[in-house]
T-cell receptor, first 111, second 115 residues
Framework: QKEVEQDPGPLSVPEGAIVSLNCTYS??????FMWYRQYSRKGPELLMY????GNKEDGRFTAQVDKSSKYISLFIRDSQPSDSATYLC???????????FGTGTRLQVFP | EAGVAQSPRYKIIEKRQSVAFWCNPI?????LYWYQQILGQGPKLLIQ????????DSQLPKDRFSAERLKGVDSTLKIQPAKLEDSAVYLC?????????????FGEGSRLTVL
């Protein structure tokens, strides 16, 4: 079993839709949870970062962590074609720098 | 602020040949990482440097991969000899802090194709 599981998609939605991206994990030692966005032929860039259960909002993006279920989500409201990218979840254990990434979910938002 | 610079962007080699990738991190960033991203997968950490010392190289295939960070700034990643399964994007990332921030800044990557 992989430490981090992520549905690879692709996910195709119309502009304006609400998008839900999800990851599950097996290692209960993970304390820090991140979402990275990766455009085609570019490096990943950090979108959201959280270390506690609950919701964290930043503009159209909401990150949700449920440690009891070992489940994290990223919600995108009012999705735009510019949101078309691969979204990677990433996690780390306390006091280490080692990020474990999911496989990424490819999102396509069409006008 | 200039981002993480990597070169070359693309490289095609035959198996058993050697290749080297170069990375220049963001100025002042003490921590540097090399990740391998195989098509359809998430990045996997190969090696982490803190200044010019190695923090974690547990997933680096040391029989063929080597990396160095002289003077605590630029870094090179070398593969010798290359195998078909080394075809991937090699991402360099840097961070100004250590420990659980997730604030890694990635370069655009060096795409390697091994024929």
């Amino acid at each position: 079993q992989k430490e981090v599981e992520q549905d690879p998609g692709p996910l195709s939605v119309p502009e304006g839709a609400i998008v839900s991206l999800n990851c599950t994990y097996s290692n209960s030692a993970f304390q820090y949870f991140m979402w990275y966005r990766q455009y085609s032929r570019k490096g990943p860039e950090l979108l959201m970062y959280t270390y506690s259960s609950g919701n964290k909002e930043d503009g159209r993006f909401t990150a949700q962590v449920d440690k009891s279920s070992k489940y994290i989500s990223l919600f995108i409201r009012d999705s735009q074609p510019s949101d078309s990218a691969t979204y990677l979840c990433a996690m780390s254990v306390y006091n280490t720098d080692k990020l474990i990434f999911g496989t990424g979910t490819r999102l396509q938002v069409f006008p | 602020e200039a981002g993480v610079a990597q070169s070359p962007r693309y490289k095609i080699i035959e198996k058993r040949q050697s290749v080297a990738f170069w990375c220049n991190p963001i100025s002042g960033h003490a921590t540097l990482y090399w990740y391998q991203q195989i098509l359809g997968q998430g990045p996997k950490l190969l090696i982490q440097f803190q200044n010019n010392g190695v923090v974690d190289d547990s997933q680096l295939p040391k029989d063929r991969f080597s990396a160095e960070r002289l003077k605590g700034v630029d870094s090179t990643l070398k593969i010798q000899p290359a195998k078909l399964e080394d075809s991937a994007v090699y991402l360099c990332a840097s961070s100004s802090r250590t420990g659980n921030t997730g604030e890694l800044f990635f370069g655009e990557g060096s795409r390697l194709t091994v024929l």
